[in-house]
């Protein structure tokens, strides 16, 4: 016994759904995952969460520091050992972890935290979108 599968028809059923690039529900996701990360980011003076954007289930920061306020360490400049360093100069991470306003609410890992408490809420707004 042999059968084949027409993928075209499987991709115009995910595109039907919702389900390809760009679509409805991965719109939703992405829409989703920065409204309830907020609460989770540092919030010093806005400028982290101000040039987040989320496509296609990748969140991107747009500001230089976002890395290290993402793993909460400190870093510091190699050949002065202080956070500041010289033009064209990459640091080194610590592991004097950084103080964070707002904690332990808004801190390192943000994206893990709260995919830890609202994950699965998310997973079930797509699913109703999807209308399953």
């Not at 890395?67 to 010289?86: H, V």
């Not at 801190?107 to 994950?119: D, E, N, P, V």
């Amino acid at each position: 016994m042999s059968f084949s599968v027409d993928l075209g028809s499987l991709e115009a059923l995910k595109k039907g759904r919702g389900l390809g690039t760009n679509g409805r529900i991965q719109q939703y996701i992405d829409q989703e995952v920065l409204r309830l990360m907020a609460p989770f980011t540092p919030f010093g003076t806005g400028a982290l969460q101000n040039n987040a954007y989320a496509k296609n289930g990748e969140v991107v920061y747009s500001v230089p520091y976002a890395r290290f306020l993402y793993f909460g360490k400190a870093m510091i400049s190699p050949s002065t050992g202080s956070t500041w360093a010289r033009s064209g100069e990459e640091k080194m991470r610590t592991q004097r972890a950084l103080q964070f306003q707002g904690a332990p609410m808004r801190g390192s890992y943000w994206f893990l935290r709260m995919k830890a408490q609202y994950g699965q809420g998310i997973l079930k707004g797509a699913g109703k979108l999807i209308g399953k």
